[in-house]
Structures are given as structure tokens and as C-alpha cells.
């Protein structure tokens, strides 16, 4: 046999295990590498078709995705001794020194081929691994049990706080100016979105250390703070003896989750938070959103304009588009940003994900942060096929003139937020915090309360009434 033709053999040995092993009359050797190989391609095969959601429940559990980690790096071991052997066994006995560096160069870049995507595989898993572990804690951080059996508790829908922290180079703290519930049905998927504004006052704090310190209400901490909600986080976070017990970096996500399951009357299970500057780096990192603007959005600080039509936004550009209010409001703004995370989230294939892996590992851990445990990750990715795959989202904003943030009715958002997640109003129309008066705060008022300033960028109301019941999402954004 020539050189030519064992090097062709080797490589045919490299693309299909044994081939190598059967030509030269090593059955039972070729037989068995060969069968490895099908058996390899039939679970990779199956896993891809057959168990996809499977696949993707396996994929956000740590312990399974190390053991992917070390059983590609085995793989490639295996693989790469292979195509050595194969040539070892193909070799012709009597060869020039010019020939022998010629096969052994040819079967190192075999070995190379084979070693490369195997090797950034494995890469990849580990990169994985390591930002899963690190946004998602087993037990929350709280070493809270999850039955796998039943990860909800039997509870009929999960209710999830998305937060939006702008935590710029010149301000102090984290303030929470995007503050929505994703209230999510656990059999169907169907998910309604409720917004609260930033500049929402008068609301009561949880009952305990935080309200005896505030018995009429959120009031701030001084001029520079005067007692909005975007408030509550970095003032739990600072004042460790308002959420007693709880450390650092997880008392202002505590206060901020009990102070709105008060004012929406439902319990709020978990909370992302996401730095919005960071959030650029996401974007950027999936090579851009595509969005519709209707209408034009200033964008930078040196007059430039967003103007309208169907763009792809770079991570910068976006970051504008949700946070801009400059001729519209906070609430214009809200809105906005719903349309922006829809967008991301239909819009984050696996191909744009895989493609820049890395940069999104890195940013998601700088970016994220959450107290949903790992544990209830293969629940979630589960739930969230079924959002991804047509369940409704609906999407309702306590803004004005429906509500207004100076004078909010907290009755009227209670019984709202029932009405939109078919929770029965009765078992809500009080504060759930305790409070005495059962009218949620001293100077909850009618819905048709005179407007404050900040309702409106004119700080009038606007001239045409939000509704108030949950609207598509898909149909409210442009």
C-alpha cells in the first residue's frame, strides 16, 4: 500500500471510526469503532429531534453541562488516537525520511482538524457552566428547595419582577426606573406583563422594620430622594436595618419585591435585574436588534435622532431607544422598553447566540443578576417553549391618566391586576401588608385624581385614557 493511499484511508478512518481497522482485516476492532460511531451520531441525532425540549432542560443544569464539558474533551482524546492508530496500521513499512515527514505532517493536521472544534466545544461548555453558575444559585442564594416534581408548588401561575437597574458612572446606587411583573400561567405559558412607574409615591413598605420606619408611606431619604418607588432598592441597600437578616447585594431586591407584591396584591416569587448599560453589551454581542420605530427618538447627547422605520439598533442605540424620553414621558419610555426585550427575545436564535458565545457569557454575568434558583431552570426553560411557542402576552401599564403616581388608587391597581391574572378581586381589595386602613396607603385616591407633575411631560394628564385591561403586547408595540 502507498503513502497516497494510507493517507486517504486515514482520513476516511477519521470521518467514519474503523474503516481503517476493516481494510486491513481487523474485524472485530473495525466492527466495534464502527458501531461506537453510529451509536454516537444516533444519540446526537436524537437528542437534536426526538428530545429537544429534553435537550434544553438538560442544558441549564450545571452538573449535567460538566459532565458534557469532560466527556468532549474524552471524546477528542479518543477521536485523535483513532485517526494515530489508523495511520500506524495503514502505514507502508519501507518509506523515504522525505515521505515519513510528509504522513506524519498530514496525520498531525488530521489531528488538529479533529482537536480544534472538539476543543472549543468543550471551551464553550465550561464558559457555560461558569456564567450559569454564576447568575443562577443553587437554591437562589436563599437554600430554597425546589421539588422537581412539582416546581411551582402547585401554584398556578409564577410570578417574576423584571427589573431595569440605571446604575450610570455618575450616580451614586442603583435606581430601578424599570420595574414590570411577568406573571406567567404554569400549564399554558400565557404571560401578562404589569408596569409600575418609577415616580409611583404614597405606597406602603412591607409590614416589620421597614414599615415601623414608615408608617404613612414611603418618604424617602432626603431632598435628593423624595419617596419614589425607583427608590426602594438602593434604600434597602444602604439601610441594612430595614430588611434585617439580609446581606448585602440581596436587601435591595427583598424590599423592592415585598413592596410591590403590596401594591399589585399578588405574590412575587423572583426577580432579574438587568444593568441597563451593560444590557449594550448584549445586544452588541448578538450582532444588533431589528426594531420598528414610528416615530422619531432622540438619541445622544449631541442631537442625532433615531429616525423612524425598521433599523437594527447597536447595543448603544437600543440602550437609547428604551431609555430616551426626552419629548414623550416615563410611561412612553415604559413602553418602549417592553417592545425592546419582545424584540430581543424572538430575535436571540441559537445561531447568534453560538456565534458570539463568549462575549455574551461575559456579559450576561456582568449584566444579570437574579435570585431564581438553579433548581427551577429546567422548569422555566420548559415554561418558556410554551411562551415561544404562540402562548399569549399580554401587557397592562398602572400609568396615568388610569393611575396617578402623586395620588395612586392602590384599591384600583389591586383589583386591576387581578381582573388581568383571573385572580379573584376579593382576596386582594386590601393591602396584603397589613396595612390597618386596608386602603393600601393614607392618600390613595379616586382614579379621577387631579394629575402631578411627571404624569404627563407637561405634568397634565394625556389626552388619551390607558386601558385598563391587558392589551397584546404584539399589537401594542409598532
Keep these: 500500500m502507498g503513502l497516497p493511499r494510507a493517507l486517504a484511508l486515514t482520513l476516511a478512518s477519521a470521518l467514519v471510526w474503523g474503516v481503517a481497522h476493516l481494510v486491513t482485516g481487523r474485524r472485530v476492532a473495525g466492527g466495534l469503532l464502527l458501531a461506537l460511531y453510529v451509536a454516537l451520531l444516533a444519540a446526537v441525532g436524537a437528542a437534536g429531534t426526538v428530545y429537544r425540549s429534553d435537550l434544553l432542560q438538560f442544558a441549564v443544569r450545571p452538573e449535567v453541562v460538566e459532565r458534557l464539558s469532560v466527556g468532549l474533551l474524552t471524546l477528542g482524546v479518543v477521536w485523535v488516537f483513532i485517526v494515530i492508530r489508523s495511520y500506524q496500521i495503514l502505514r507502508p513499512m519501507r518509506l523515504s525520511a522525505a515521505a515519513r515527514t510528509?504522513?506524519?505532517?498530514?496525520?498531525?493536521?488530521?489531528?488538529?482538524?479533529?482537536?480544534?472544534?472538539?476543543?472549543?466545544?468543550?471551551?464553550?461548555?465550561?464558559?457555560?457552566?461558569?456564567?450559569?453558575?454564576?447568575?443562577?444559585?443553587?437554591?437562589?442564594?436563599?437554600?430554597?428547595?425546589?421539588?422537581?416534581?412539582?416546581?411551582?408548588?402547585?401554584?398556578?401561575?409564577?410570578?417574576?419582577?423584571?427589573?431595569?437597574?440605571?446604575?450610570?458612572?455618575?450616580?451614586?446606587?442603583?435606581?430601578t426606573d424599570s420595574m414590570t411583573v411577568a406573571s406567567i400561567d404554569t400549564d399554558t405559558g400565557d404571560t401578562v406583563l404589569l408596569s409600575l412607574p418609577r415616580n409611583l409615591e404614597g405606597f406602603q413598605l412591607p409590614p416589620g422594620p421597614a414599615r415601623d420606619r414608615f408608617p404613612y408611606g414611603f418618604t424617602g431619604d432626603g431632598p435628593q430622594t423624595p419617596g419614589l418607588l425607583n427608590e426602594v432598592f438602593q434604600y434597602a441597600e444602604e439601610h441594612p436595618d430595614v430588611v434585617p437578616g439580609v446581606p448585602k447585594n440581596e436587601r435591595g431586591p427583598e424590599l423592592l419585591k415585598a413592596t410591590i407584591a403590596g401594591i399589585l396584591g399578588l405574590r412575587v416569587d423572583y426577580y432579574i435585574l438587568v444593568d441597563m448599560f451593560g444590557f449594550a453589551d448584549i445586544i452588541d454581542a448578538m450582532g444588533g436588534v431589528k426594531i420598528s420605530i414610528d416615530e422619531p427618538i432622540p438619541y445622544g447627547l449631541e442631537g442625532a435622532v433615531l429616525e423612524p422605520g425598521h433599523r437594527t439598533l447597536t447595543g448603544k442605540e437600543a440602550l437609547w431607544y428604551g431609555r430616551s424620553r426626552t419629548n414623550s414621558s416615563d410611561y412612553v419610555r415604559m413602553g418602549r422598553q417592553k417592545c425592546l426585550l419582545a424584540a430581543i427575545a424572538e430575535q436571540a436564535d441559537p445561531q447568534s447566540v453560538l456565534s458570539s458565545f463568549d462575549k455574551l457569557a461575559a456579559a450576561a454575568k456582568r449584566t444579570l443578576s437574579t435570585d431564581i434558583p438553579q433548581e427551577l431552570l429546567p422548569a422555566l426553560m420548559k415554561l418558556s417553549e410554551r411562551v415561544k411557542g404562540g402562548a399569549?402576552?399580554?401587557?397592562?401599564?398602572?400609568?396615568?391618566?388610569?393611575?396617578?403616581?402623586?395620588?395612586?388608587?392602590?384599591?384600583?391597581?389591586r383589583r386591576l391586576a387581578a381582573e388581568a391574572v383571573n385572580?379573584?378581586?376579593?382576596?386582594?381589595?386590601?393591602?396584603?401588608?397589613?396595612?390597618?386602613?386596608?386602603?393600601?396607603?393614607?392618600?390613595?385616591a379616586a382614579s379621577t385624581a387631579p394629575p402631578q407633575a411627571g404624569d404627563s411631560p407637561s405634568g397634565t394628564p394625556t389626552s388619551s385614557k390607558p386601558p385598563s385591561k391587558p392589551v397584546s403586547l404584539e399589537a401594542s408595540c409598532p
Design 102 to 175: 510528509l504522513g506524519a505532517a498530514a496525520v498531525a493536521v488530521m489531528c488538529f482538524a479533529v482537536a480544534v472544534p472538539v476543543a472549543w466545544s468543550a471551551h464553550g461548555t465550561y464558559v457555560y457552566r461558569d456564567a450559569l453558575t454564576s447568575i443562577f444559585r443553587s437554591g437562589g442564594g436563599t437554600g430554597k428547595q425546589v421539588d422537581t416534581d412539582d416546581p411551582f408548588d402547585g401554584q398556578a401561575r409564577v410570578n417574576i419582577l423584571l427589573l431595569g437597574g440605571d446604575a450610570a458612572e455618575d450616580r451614586t446606587g442603583v435606581r
Design 392 to 413: 399569549q402576552i399580554n401587557s397592562l401599564q398602572f400609568v396615568p391618566p388610569l393611575i396617578y403616581t402623586g395620588s395612586p388608587d392602590f384599591d384600583l391597581i
Design 423 to 444: 385572580t379573584d378581586p376579593r382576596q386582594v381589595s386590601g393591602d396584603p401588608g397589613g396595612d390597618p386602613d386596608g386602603g393600601g396607603s393614607p392618600n390613595a
